[in-house]
């Protein structure tokens, strides 16, 4: 099976600045992965598939890079309602998730 | 647009069986499509339980491997999870999924607690 691993599992930014978070996978996946976004008591919210293509309605201050084992999600400029748990899935092979990352105000 | 709901056991005893049913509408069991379960337990990070295809495959978490049945009713357009010998561990919202084209589709999801 395959293991992601998401870094830092807090990060702590200043709205209006940038976040990056990292995700990486034990192995190779491709570009089949995606990121989400949760707040409590919410369903998780599709911001990226593809590694890097934007879903439905997304702003683009989000942005999805990277491909293989190493991947990243980056929010240019945190808004108030951008604080909350971030989570990588690869489809490559099964479903997997990382353990996310909290983004919390600074 | 496919809609997926989740039935509401809501309290389960311990060492009981844990069973859901996930009710499918805007597409059928047919062609290259896996039918999935996840869960996330109260603070923690989501899990993926297992799936299932349209063609009977199955697949599950290797944590879970040895209580989990995943299963399809095509006359009822739903899939169905049975979890054995649950414990307070096994508290969790539980989801049910798909992928539709690259992209993954979610029910709402519905908390189960384990407890007498």
């Known amino acids: 099976d395959i293991v992601m691993t998401q870094s830092p599992a807090t990060l702590s930014v200043s709205p209006g600045e940038r976040a990056t978070l990292s995700c990486r996978a034990s192995r190779s996946i491709n570009n089949d992965l995606v990121w989400y976004q949760q707040k409590p008591g919410q369903v998780p919210r599709l911001l990226i598939y593809d590694a890097s293509t934007r879903a439905t309605g997304i702003p683009d201050r989000f942005t999805g890079s990277g491909s293989g084992t190493e991947f990243t999600l980056s929010i240019s400029s945190l808004q108030s309602e951008d604080f909350a748990v971030y989570y990588c899935q690869q489809f490559h092979y099964w479903w997997a998730f990382g353990q996310g990352t909290r983004v919390e105000i600074k | 647009q496919v809609q997926l709901q989740e039935s509401s056991p809501g309290l389960v005893q311990p060492s009981a069986t844990l069973s859901l049913t996930c009710a499918v509408s805007g597409a059928s069991f047919s062609g290259d499509s896996w039918w999935t379960w996840v869960r996330q337990p109260p603070g923690k990070a989501l899990e993926w339980i297992g799936d299932i295809h349209n063609d009977g495959r199955t697949n599950s978490n290797p944590s879970l491997m040895s209580r989990v049945t995943i299963s399809v009713d095509k006359s009822k357009n739903q899939f169905s999870l049975s979890l054995t010998s649950v414990t307070a561990a096994d508290t969790a919202v539980y989801f049910c999924?798909?992928?539709?084209?690259?992209?993954?589709?979610w029910g709402q999801g519905t908390l189960v607690i384990v407890s007498s």
């Open positions: 999924a798909t992928r539709v084209g690259r992209r993954p589709c």
